[in-house]
């Protein structure tokens, strides 16, 4: 019977880079991926990173593999995910320790990052309108994108904040920083998955996981 794994996390808790690491195991089928700005940027996700969107997709649509072990990152826990994958394995990353610590590699990593890649571009545009706009249509999201599409130099953090209506200044993209506090996990998610410490997040043995899926 093949296996599926599910690495949850909160964005910015290195979920991503974790799922590509676990995936270079020949238990899994191998996932590709880039490497910017210390960021793990993974190019062929199973699902298409339909997990990693602020918005919930149709579950249902999302079949497992039948003939390959598959590791899939997702920024929904167990919670969400129990119903339809009742089978499947979970790793949760816990939240930061140090939150001031873990907003200063955030802003590293995100606010600052640019890319020429216009399905990332048009991923980030959308993700983010959606988290502002709970009622958008898809032409809102079209309008917004083709906004972000036209100014030169754009980052990551200019979307955050133009999203938010408010001007891409260092000022505001401190502010929305400082209010992101990932939310602690649940009992529920603690009790059903091996839950990673983010701090430890790169120190994982993979035979250590490949352990627990096999139990």
């Excluded at 996932?31 to 149709?58: C, E, G, H, M």
């Excluded at 649509?61 to 390959?68: A, C, E, N, V």
Aim: glycine fraction near 2%; charge should be positive; aromatic fraction near 12%.
């Amino acid at each position: 019977m093949t296996k599926t794994l599910f690495v949850c996390y909160k964005h910015g808790c290195g979920g991503e880079g974790l799922t590509y690491k676990i995936s270079q195991h020949n238990f899994f089928k191998t996932l590709k991926a880039d490497i910017v700005n210390n960021r793990t940027i993974i190019k062929n996700d199973y699902f298409d990173k339909q997990l990693l969107n602020s918005w919930a997709p149709d579950m249902t649509s999302l079949k497992l593999p039948t003939d390959s072990n598959i590791v899939v990152p997702s920024h929904f826990f167990y919670n969400k995910l129990k119903e339809h994958f009742p089978e499947s394995y979970f790793i949760s990353i816990d939240i930061p320790k140090d939150l001031e610590k873990f907003r200063q590699k955030l802003f590293d990593r995100f606010y600052t990052y640019q890319t020429k890649n216009m399905l990332e571009l048009a991923g980030e545009c959308e993700n983010r309108f959606r988290e502002s706009n709970l009622q958008a249509t898809a032409e809102n999201i079209k309008q917004f994108t083709t906004k972000i599409f036209k100014i030169k130099n754009v980052t990551f953090g200019d979307i955050r904040c133009l999203a938010k209506k408010l001007e891409p200044t260092e000022e505001n993209k401190k502010m929305l920083l400082n209010t992101y506090t990932p939310e602690p996990l649940s009992v529920e998610t603690k009790q059903n998955s091996s839950v990673i410490a983010y701090e430890d997040v790169d120190k994982v043995n993979v035979e250590n996981i490949i352990d627990y899926v096999n139990k």
